[in-house]
């Protein structure tokens, strides 16, 4: 008798699964268990997370697609390296990226976009309500996807969403600062009643201040993060 072959899981749980992978690599690279140079060995992540290498593969490609990965030579998958003031550049870009597709949607949102952007910015509040900073997270890449697309300009949404790829572990981190969530989600509320008002300026300089980390934000995201960890980039 032939052995059964296994059964693989729904392509839903596959997702799932490989989400969570991601999500966990993403805190160990930004948390500083993974550091810059370390090898991402498939065998030993397989083994660790209990699943063939084929989600691992996927999830080193996300990494890599988003600059938290680089492949070197001879080595294969490695932590890549970023510097503090590269960090800090990065998210003035995003906030003017941001401020634009905030700007444009105030101009160009239909009524039933804005309705579910209404829809996302209560989810994000039950979210708030359930002190869920994960769940508030993937409910606000909604938000500001909506955003994006309501910009009516593809280029600059491909552009923003990009680089929303690169800074998601640090965007994710900034979310279990204590009561960010809470004033996060005021921010949205500000931002929703800019574009239904057709507020341009309001809604650009609204989500412009969202997006930055600047003044306490700034020492607070550093402080989220391992000495190592930005000792290691300050010298890359």
Known sequence: MTEKRRRRPPAGQRGNRGAEIVRELEHDIVRGALQPGDRLDERQLSERFG?????????ILQLATSGLVSTV?????VVAAITLSELLEMFETMAELESACARLAAR?????????LERLHMACERHVMEQDPDAYYAANVGFHEAIYDASRNGFLARQTRHLRNRLSP???LQLHRKGRMLSSN???AAIVEAIRTGDEE??????REHVSVQGHGVNDLIALMPRSYLDARASA
Request: charged fraction near 30%; hydrophobic fraction near 40%; avoid cysteine.
């Open 51 to 59: 699943t063939s290498r084929t989600p691992i593969r996927e999830a």
């Open 73 to 77: 030579p001879r080595r294969g998958a």
């Open 202 to 207: 309001r809604a650009a300089a609204v989500m």
């Open 108 to 116: 160009r949102m239909q009524p039933a976009e804005l309705a579910a």
């Open 170 to 172: 640090y965007r994710r």
């Open 186 to 188: 005021a921010e949205h």
